[in-house]
């Protein structure tokens, strides 16, 4: 099982300034044709997860250009650029490269 | 727009079986392009995927580490849906239960049912 594991647990930030959460992997997320099986979800108060970016840097329909993803094959980034009160929730990282499917343990976001 | 609805009991005691119904609408359980999952969530243990089932030529059902021998996931054809059970639930299992749908390219959760708050007491 790839164990993921995010940074900070949680993080306050002001509107308008910038945030950057951490996912590192156990092993490897590239997949065999180069691509990064590494996705990011943001879950607000009694919301159901939403898809962010996938493939490590491929941001959902829908979803800001504010945020936007990053990494390498077991360290990857999201970055949210000058923040807005909506984003606040916990972000969640997941690999999708194998069986069984894991997710970080979540870091929450809050807006000053 | 792919709607999922789930369905079942809100309180199991343990020792009992845990069944759940994710209705899809929108989309259809075979087709060849998408997986049907469950996720749960709790405090103690995050979000947790539990397996799936997906049609490609012909029927795949995968297990999550956690409900191995436990659970079975049964897709159904005829009413367009899947369904979960988890045998012997101890206080453990109580978590917020979610379906998604997975597509396989390119490899992500694009749509969440509601969430259902799932509670093992006596």
């Known amino acids: 099982e790839i164990v993921m594991t995010q940074s900070p647990l949680s993080l306050t930030v002001t509107p308008g300034e910038s945030a950057s959460i951490s996912c590192r992997s156990s092993q490897s997320l590239l997949f065999s044709n180069g691509s990064k099986c590494l996705n990011w979800y943001l879950q607000k108060p009694g919301q159901s997860p939403q898809l962010l970016i996938y493939l490590g840097s491929s941001r959902a329909s829908g979803v800001p250009d504010r945020f936007s993803g990053s990494g390498s094959a077991t360290d990857f980034t999201l970055k949210v650029s000058e923040v807005e009160a909506e984003d606040a929730g916990v972000y969640y990282c997941?690999?999708?490269?194998?069986?069984?499917?894991?997710f970080g343990g979540g870091t929450k976001v809050e807006i000053k | 727009q792919v709607q999922l609805q789930l369905s079942g009991p809100g309180l199991v005691k343990p020792s009992q079986t845990l069944s759940l119904t994710c209705a899809i609408s929108g989309d259809s359980v075979s087709t060849d392009i998408s997986a049907w999952n469950w996720v749960r969530q709790s405090p103690s243990r995050g979000l947790e995927w539990l397996g799936r089932t997906y049609y490609m030529s012909k029927w795949y059902i995968d297990y999550g580490v956690s409900v191995k021998g436990r659970a079975t996931i049964h897709p159904d054809t005829s009413k367009n849906q899947f369904s979960l059970q988890v045998n012997s639930v101890t206080p453990d299992d109580t978590a917020v239960y979610y379906c998604?749908?997975?597509?396989?390219?390119?490899?992500?959760?694009?749509?969440w049912g509601q969430g259902r708050l799932i509670i093992v007491s006596s």
């Open positions: 998604a749908r997975w597509a396989h390219h390119p490899r992500y959760f694009d749509y």
């Open positions: 997941m690999q999708s490269l194998h069986t069984p499917l894991t």
